[in-house]
């Protein structure tokens, strides 16, 4: 039988990156083979994002170049999944005339029987329902040989309505996956030589709430920390407000917890975090990063800023930049403020020209550049405990490993060290990553 190919593309954040591999995984079933070559593929799927406007963009160029490939092969298929398809349903049909196939975030598990659909009865399918069930995030994907480190979903959905957001309109509301599902995931990641587990969820402090009187978020990384195999532990993102002492604490009782924390703060100002309806002050913030520090001295706090947020002030912008310079993070995504039809902020007053978003964007990462670089440097000369990870990126004859707190380190070695823990000392810094040696002691 000839082989079927399947092209996946993904835009967005991590959550994307591992829906993209379950629906690999899936399809792999159906006997789709992965490729990266765009002209072999029978199956073409967008994993799309639509956190900003630039992201929608970029979907729909790529839609117009895939598009041409369908005049050659007409057998081709072409689907859409993610944010951006939950949110146009049936539109995007309308406006990409060549898709066969829109599912929405709960939708993945639906794959091969839309996928059939579309090839035998050759009509348009969309299907962006949410159910009450977790069946999409529940699929299990096998990593590629060779990984060490997976991602597990354990929610999905938030409540949080933060109000420049989509999130909770395009993936619902959250859901907690069972305890027991979670564990059974991560032995099977062990099986295939896991060693380090990422938990993902948009807000992961509120894990159990849906499930009434189980674990909560700390109880339950402690329970993985007993799974034999599982070496690290990290998680993904963090809520301020519901970051919990509890879990503050975690991080100098559980070993196995890496030392990395993602709390996205998003504007030093109030004033602005009130109008994004953040739910906790600057003030409040800062004592949970002292304390983060003080429990977890070695800890790396990285972060998500918003700038031209409606109503963003001059003197709003300088809170952001001062309470970055009282913080000095180890490194920050930031992001200029983007409309979304349907949030709340999309109702406020006080636009900010985007010009004076740029202006402010380019600020805030040129002051994130140096203090990162400073953040690296600082570790010059120190021991750290790498996982290695595999080649690097830079060179061939590099492997590449992460330290506890989620810095890039590359170094040089004669022997094969994918998967082992490794002592290096750190001989230069550069903004992106650290250069080590292994320390022969
Ligand atoms: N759930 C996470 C949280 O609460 O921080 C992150 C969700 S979102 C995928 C990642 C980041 O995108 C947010 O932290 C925020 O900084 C940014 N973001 C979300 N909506 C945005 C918008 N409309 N304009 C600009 N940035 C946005
Ligand atoms: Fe969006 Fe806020 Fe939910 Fe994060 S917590 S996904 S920023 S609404």
């Known amino acids: 039988m000839k082989n079927k190919y399947l092209y996946i593309q993904t835009f967005g954040c991590q959550m994307n990156v591992h829906d993209s591999e379950q629906m ?3 399809l792999a079933q159906c006997g789709y083979k992965m490729t990266d070559n765009l002209k072999l593929a029978d199956l073409i799927l967008l994993n799309t994002c639509s956190i900003r406007e630039k992201a929608a963009h970029k979907v729909y160029s790529e839609l117009g170049r895939i598009g041409k490939l369908k005049e050659q092969n007409p057998e081709l298929i072409i689907g859409v999944g993610g944010c951006l398809a939950q949110h146009l349903g049936t539109k995007f049909h309308k406006r990409v005339v060549h898709l066969d196939l829109v599912f929405g975030t709960h939708n993945i598990h639906r794959l091969p029987e839309m996928i059939a659909s579309v090839k035998n009865e050759r009509e348009k399918i969309t299907n962006v329902d949410f159910y009450k069930s977790l069946n999409s995030i529940g699929i299990y994907a096998p990593p590629v040989k060779g990984t060490v480190s997976a991602f597990v979903t354990i929610m999905q959905g938030c409540n949080n309505f933060c109000a420049y957001c989509v999130v909770p309109y395009l993936r619902g509301p959250e859901m907690s996956r069972k305890p027991e599902d979670i564990f059974a995931e991560i032995e099977k990641l062990v099986d295939h030589g896991i060693k380090e587990v990422t938990l993902l ?47 503050i604490n975690c991080f100098a009782e559980e070993e196995k917890l890496c030392e990395h924390i993602h709390l996205p703060v998003q504007s030093g100002s109030n004033r602005i975090l009130a109008l994004m309806n953040r739910g906790y002050t600057v003030e409040e913030y800062m004592k949970k990063v002292d304390h983060l520090r003080k429990l977890s001295p070695h800890i790396s706090i990285t972060s998500d800023i918003i700038v031209g947020f409606p109503g963003e002030a001059q003197n709003d912008y300088q809170e952001t930049i001062d309470m970055m310079e009282k913080i000095r993070f180890d490194s920050t995504f930031s992001f200029k403020y983007s409309e979304r039809k349907g949030t709340a902020a999309q109702k406020l007053e006080g636009k900010i020209e985007e010009c004076e978003k740029s202006r402010r964007l380019t600020q805030v990462q040129a002051l994130q550049d140096h203090h990162t670089l400073q953040a690296n440097l600082a570790l010059e000369g120190s021991l750290q405990e790498l996982l290695v990870e595999g080649k690097s990126k830079n060179s061939e ?11 890039i380190v590359n170094f040089k070695s004669e022997s094969e060290l994918t998967g082992k823990r490794v002592n290096v000392k750190i001989s230069k810094a550069y903004l992106h990553s650290l250069r080590g040696k292994i320390d022969d002691i």
């Open 24 to 26: 690999a995984a899936l």
């Open 397 to 407: 004859n590099d492997l590449m490993g992460r330290t506890s707190s989620w810095k």
């Open 201 to 247: 969820g948009q807000n992961v402090n509120s894990y159990g709430k849906t499930l009434g009187k189980g674990l909560n978020f700390t109880a339950l990384i402690k329970k993985i920390g007993k799974i034999s195999g599982i070496e690290r532990i990290r998680f993904m993102t963090s809520h301020p407000r519901d970051l919990s002492l509890e879990l």
